[in-house]
């Protein structure tokens, strides 16, 4: 006679399922992305991601020092600046809003998460692209690379612990690493966005960084539908350096992100994008979905499937919420 086989057993009761979850989440596997305007006296709330704001110094201060409480593990900033042209000078100026919210962080709470910033021109630049444009309008990979290391070494002077290279420009990551160790900013750590997906889910984050894109990224973002380029992009930045790498988008690039823990030698992060996030607040405020309960499960499913740690717009709240 065969006996059956209960899996259920292990379900019965809360405390049987707490004791035999297989993958958990902490507060400090969490990232908390801000928005810093230039010039805001007041936080200016984002339509597309309610909750998320475009802080003010002073909000911003405030909101570091809640999720230094919280016990998240960092911080990513994003400069929204109040001029822009075509090679995103205000990216790499040492008064530039990011540098200056940079400063900040460090001073207010460095010793409590690590500070990284956004090494990209998209929010400096007019034309809204991630780099130098050619005379034909195409970005012109080489002439961004050196925007980047501009931009690399403002964003360490200013106190950076981890610059977030998120261009997809081929070699970023090589020529920022021997840009900074050629400054002496050897401890400053790359986090490579190394499959970085052309993504329609980055909608309310172009509005968050007043974003002036025509057109779309797909020359030097990824192709969707690919899996295999996912692997050998990761690669490459790991040869290059990477200290960590990314996938994103997380949620639709599960597999990508698996691919990429089963063989990167270096962390593997994730960023639940814009998109992500706008998805689920509007399907909660409909009363579709259980908001809690969905915020939970779409974490858990990007650290199932290999994230280190993730970058999330909902960092603070649920590292908050999971502490009561």
């Not at 405020?285 to 499937?305: F, K, P, T």
């Amino acid at each position: 006679m065969t006996l059956p086989i209960r899996p259920r057993r292990l379900r019965a009761t809360p405390a049987w399922r707490r004791l035999v979850s297989e993958t958990h989440i902490a507060p400090e596997q969490l990232i908390l992305p801000m928005f810093i305007r230039d010039g805001a006296t007041t936080p200016t709330p984002v339509s597309s991601m309610p909750g998320v704001v475009q802080h003010s110094l002073d909000s911003f201060r405030d909101a570091l020092n809640h999720a230094a409480r919280v016990g998240v593990g960092g911080v990513m900033l994003f400069g929204v600046p109040l001029h822009k042209d075509a090679t995103g000078t205000g990216a790499s100026a040492p008064d530039g809003i990011l540098q200056e919210a940079t400063r900040i962080a460090a001073s207010e709470v460095g010793d409590a998460l690590v500070v990284q910033t956004d090494l990209c021109l998209d929010e400096f630049t007019d034309h809204g692209h991630c780099g130098v444009l050619d005379e034909r309008g195409g970005v012109d990979n080489d002439a961004t690379l050196a925007r980047y290391v501009a931009m690399a070494l403002a964003q360490a002077e200013a106190g950076s612990a981890l610059l977030g290279l998120s261009g997809m420009m081929d070699g970023q990551t090589a020529a920022i690493r021997a840009a900074l160790d050629n400054a002496g900013h050897t401890d400053v750590a790359l986090l490579a966005y190394a499959a970085k997906y052309a993504s329609a889910f980055y909608g309310p984050f172009r509005e968050a960084v007043d974003s002036s894109l025509v057109g779309d990224r797909k020359t030097y973002q990824m192709d969707p539908a690919n899996r295999r380029e996912g692997a050998r992009e990761v690669a490459l930045d790991v040869a290059e350096g990477a200290d960590i790498v990314m996938v994103k988008p997380a949620l639709p690039y599960l597999d990508v992100l698996a691919d990429a823990a089963a063989t990167s030698p270096v962390p593997v992060w994730a960023y639940q994008v814009s998109g992500e996030y706008a998805m689920i607040e509007a399907a909660a405020a409909n009363g579709w979905i259980d908001r809690e309960r969905a915020i939970d499960e779409s974490l858990i499913s990007i650290r199932r499937a290999g994230a280190d740690a993730i970058l999330t717009y909902w960092a603070a709240e649920v590292a908050e919420r999971w502490a009561r």
